[in-house]
């Protein structure tokens, strides 16, 4: 501060001696400047601190004044002529910055400056002490300007605007600049330019000229002056900058060409934008933490350099002197008086009129302001133009004392931290996304791994599965391999014993063939089932027919056993008939003797009164007696033998219906007939034979001769065989009918007994026929009357032989048969047996007495009920018996 302090004192003032601090001031612009620099880089630092807060505007400047360099034209061919005899009117002491400004030949004004530049003073030497400085401030974002004030001819263009095509070494300040600026530029940096011209207080755009009248705008808040309509056009490279300089200068001469004016009336003013991000590892903002940094908006610095080359500073009147008005001349440097004013009242801390012109307005920040300032005054050495010389000199003195307070145009760039928050945001949600599909893919990785071990372990499972599997597969091979072996020599040794193979085989066909057979038969029984099905439809539909049916049938039934029944009345009525008409035609042949038995019984045995013994109709009866004329008994009798079944019946049958009539009986029996008959019984199979054979018989045991011969010729044993064989009813009466004849033969009785005949006749009462009962009972009654006869002779002693062979239990039990035949033998019989005593016993306990009392009682026959009530009185056994039980008959 000191050294600024002594700037300010030592600076500026009218001075002909140099002050004892111009030594300090002396020490010259460039050695100021590494203080300038270490004071910004403090404050600089501070700013940043502070700049969260946003209050860099806040921060304090730096004190900056403005310097002010002044540069000598070297002569020019005219003045080395026209001046020639003239000394120049100014001495420099560049040693000493000072100048000395000839007063007349023995006075002159000594002037202090910040750097004094001889007639030789390079270019590079002019850029490097006068803009220099301002670049590197508007690179650490600083305002900066560079201005050349002086007499028109000078060289303030030739200082600032050279190109320097023809000679690289004569490229001005602004070439110079932008090389320094581009040599600092990092990609991201934006490096804009504007250049216009102001005349006669119009602004013109040299870069674009169709907009010739731009207008000022000024931030309200900020103070920052800026053209909106002026071109802003953004360089690259050096290249393209000088370009657009040269560019400008097309435009600026053609502009004055059309004004009717020259370059040196207007001002040309270059503008360039430098926008720059501050290196986060710059010093300046410090290397905060990685979260203040991400935190924090970056930092931009916006530093603007204007390069002021301003009109020519010759009076007005000279201008004037050149053909122009005075209010012309006027209105052409109001803008420069204007700057002067500014000057002057900065200067002097007066007020400072800034908005009389346009380019005070547009310099505002350039002096009074906050920019790095150095201005360069351009002399000329010519004595003819030295009160212009001092004017730019007085002009350069005051501008000396302009102190301008620095500020670093820095801000946070909240696009650029929002853009960069943006990136952040869509890298974070790209990481996010990234790290959810590398999450997935692990999840599905695992979920993969896992499956794949799954299947590999199902796999592997599988493996030693199968593995297992083989093993055993083998296992059982070897087995059936070494049992096929064992078989061989199985084989081997049976095939030396047999060949069951064979067999087996055999086996194996018939089973297979069995198997084929049920197969059938079981599609046979489905068949059949399916069938079944299908009748059992069909039958339920004939159910009704068939119980329609059975109905009819139930009724012919109950017609049939109606007609039955009255069929076995008929037959019952039938037999009652022929036993009355019998006994009727008994009475008739006896006369008028009193009943008797015997006589009865004979016209019961009797068989041709017998219809039912009666073998054939009478039609036959003619045929068979013709035929016995005819072919005669002996032949006849030898048919009995015949070969021929048929031929053997019908012989028997003849014969049988030659029994039947008594005169031809005895024929029959001289002929051997009997003896036929009989062996007929035992030689013959035929049922029909022993029927009619025995038939035959029956009719001839009615003759005593006859009975006699049957039983010497064993009849009753063959008879009783037969009885024992035959089932036929009719058989069963014919043999039954023999036997009783031959009961009623009182000299056969024992033998009879003897060989079996009463039991023969007993056996069969089985058959239950009526016809054959009624012939047993009749055998009964001859028997008994027989017996009974024999006993009142005193032939016979001992009990009933009938009794002996258990005949009185079915006496007792048929005594009242219904069938009227049956009942009228039995009650004759039980009368027979009841006469002898010693069978009284036997009859009591079984049970005939009941039968007798009733049949004394009850009989319908009044000459058997006599009978039996004489019986019963006779016996005393059974008064005995009867008293006992009090039912005496009385
Ligand atoms: P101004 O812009 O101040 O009107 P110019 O720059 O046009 O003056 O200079 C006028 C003339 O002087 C030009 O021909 C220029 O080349 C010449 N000139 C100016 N300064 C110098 C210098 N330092 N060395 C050589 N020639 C110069
Ligand atoms: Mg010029």
């Known amino acids: 501060m000191s050294s600024n302090y002594s700037y300010k004192n030592g600076g500026g003032v009218k001075t002909k001696s140099v002050s004892s601090s111009s030594s300090s001031f002396s020490s010259g612009y460039s050695k100021s400047k590494p203080a300038v620099t270490s004071n910004l880089r ?221 370059s040196s009336r207007s001002h040309a003013i270059l503008m360039v934008h430098v926008k720059k991000s501050v290196s986060v590892s710059g010093d300046n903002v410090g290397s905060k933490s990685h979260t203040n940094r991400t935190m924090k908006p970056p930092v931009v610095r916006k530093g603007k350099l204007i390069v002021v080359d301003l009109a020519g500073s010759e009076r007005i009147d000279k201008s004037g ?89 820095e801000e946070f760039d909240y696009k650029s931290l929002a853009r960069k928050l943006d990136v952040q945001v869509e890298s974070l949600i790209a990481q996010h996304e990234r790290q959810q599909k590398a999450y997935q893919d692990e999840i599905e990785k695992i979920s993969l791994e896992a499956k794949k071990q799954i299947s590999q372990a ?40 047999n060949k069951p193979n064979e067999e087996l085989n055999e086996v194996k066909k018939l089973l297979q063939n069995e198997i084929r057979l049920r197969k059938t038969a079981e599609e046979e029984v489905k068949n059949l089932q399916n069938q079944a099905v299908q009748w059992k439809r069909s039958e339920v539909a004939g159910n009704a027919e068939i119980v329609k049916l059975r109905k009819m049938l139930e009724d012919e039934i109950h017609q049939r056993e109606k007609l039955e029944e009255e069929i076995s009345v008929l037959q019952n009525q039938l037999l009652q008939l022929s036993f009355d008409a019998d006994e009727t035609r008994k009475q008739l042949e006896s006369g008028d003797r009193s009943v008797d038995m015997t006589a ?19 039609q036959e009866k003619g045929s068979v007696a013709t035929l016995f004329e005819q072919v005669g008994l002996q032949k006849i009798l030898s048919l009995l033998e015949a070969e021929d079944p048929d031929v053997r019946i019908h012989a028997v049958k003849v014969i049988a219906n030659l029994a039947a009539e008594a005169n031809n009986q005895e024929k029959i029996v001289e002929a051997g007939g009997l003896a036929s008959l009989l062996d007929l019984l035992s030689s013959s199979d035929d049922e029909n034979i022993h029927r009619v054979a025995a038939g035959a018989i029956a009719n001839l045991a009615m003759n005593e001769t006859n009975q006699e011969l049957i039983m010497s010729q064993g009849g009753i044993s063959l008879l009783a065989m037969t009885a024992q064989n ?13 036997i009783a004849n031959l009961c009623g033969n009182d000299k056969l009785q024992l033998v009879l007994r003897a060989e079996g005949g009463i039991k023969a006749l007993l056996s069969m009462v089985r058959s239950k026929h009526p016809d054959v009962l009624a012939q047993v009972a009749r055998g009964i009654a001859n028997f008994a009357k027989c017996e009974s006869r024999a006993s009142t002779q005193g ?56 039968e007798l009392v009733r049949i004394s009682r009850d009989c319908s026959r009044e000459d058997i009920r006599i009978l039996a009530r004489r019986t019963l009185s006779s016996s005393p056994s059974f008064q005995v018996e009867l008293k006992r039980l009090r039912l005496n008959s009385g």
């Open 458 to 497: 199902e796999k592997k499972f599988a493996d030693s599965l199968e593995k297992e599997r083989l093993k055993y597969q083998r296992d059982c091979m070897e087995s059936i391999k070494k049992l096929e072996a064992q078989l061989a020599v199985n084989k081997l040794k049976e095939e030396s014993l």
């Open 600 to 618: 009865d019984m004979g016209s019961i045995i009797s068989p041709v009164r017998q219809p039912q013994m009666r073998y054939s109709g009478e």
């Open 42 to 262: 403090r404050n600089s630092t501070g700013s940043t601190a502070n700049s969260v807060t946003g209050a860099h505007k806040d921060a304090p400047g730096v004190s900056g004044r403005v310097r002010v360099a002044v540069r000598l034209r070297p002569k020019n061919s005219e003045e080395l002529s026209t001046d020639a005899d003239f000394a120049d009117c100014v001495e420099l002491q560049p040693e000493l910055k000072r100048l000395k400004l000839r007063r007349n030949n023995w006075d002159s004004d000594t002037f202090e400056f910040d750097e004094v530049l001889t007639e030789f003073a390079s270019q590079k030497r002019v850029y490097e002490v006068v803009a220099k400085p301002v670049v590197e401030s508007v690179l650490e974002g600083y305002n900066g300007t560079v201005m050349a004030y002086g007499q028109t001819g000078t060289g303030k263009t030739y200082t600032l605007g050279k190109l320097g095509d023809e000679d690289t070494s004569a490229r001005g300040i602004m070439v110079r600049a932008m090389e320094d600026i581009f040599a600092e530029a990092t990609e991201t940096d934006s490096i804009s330019v504007s250049y216009i011209q102001l005349y006669m207080e119009t602004i013109q755009d040299l870069l674009d000229p169709v907009n010739d009248n731009l207008s000022i705008v000024e931030d309200p808040k900020s103070g920052d002056i800026t053209l909106p309509g002026a071109s802003l056009i953004e360089v690259k490279d050096q290249q393209s900058f000088v370009e657009l300089l040269r560019l400008g200068e097309a435009h600026r001469f053609a502009t004055n060409t059309k004004l009717n004016t020259e």
């Open 795 to 850: 032939i016979k002693s001992g009990k009933s032989l009938l009794i002996e062979d258990g005949a009185l239990a079915w006496i007792v039990k048929n005594a009242s048969n219904e069938a009227s035949p049956i009942r009228r033998h039995i009650e004759l019989a039980l009368c027979h047996l009841a006469q002898h005593e010693v069978n009284a016993k036997d009859m009591i306990s079984g049970g005939a007495l009941w």
């Open 726 to 738: 035959a089932d036929d009813p009719q058989t069963l009466r014919m043999v039954a009918g023999a």
């Open 321 to 409: 002197s050149e053909g122009h008005t005075l209010e012309e001349a006027k209105s052409i440097n109001l803008s420069l008086s204007a700057l002067g004013k500014c000057i002057n009242a900065l200067a002097e801390n007066s007020y400072v009129p800034v908005r009389d012109s346009k380019l005070t307005r547009l310099l505002r920040d350039s002096f009074g302001g906050t920019a790095r300032t150095s201005l360069v005054i351009t002399i000329g050495p010519s004595p003819r133009h030295r009160g212009e010389t001092s004017s730019t000199i007085m002009f350069g003195q005051r501008a000396m004392k302009v102190e301008n307070m620095l500020k670093i145009k």
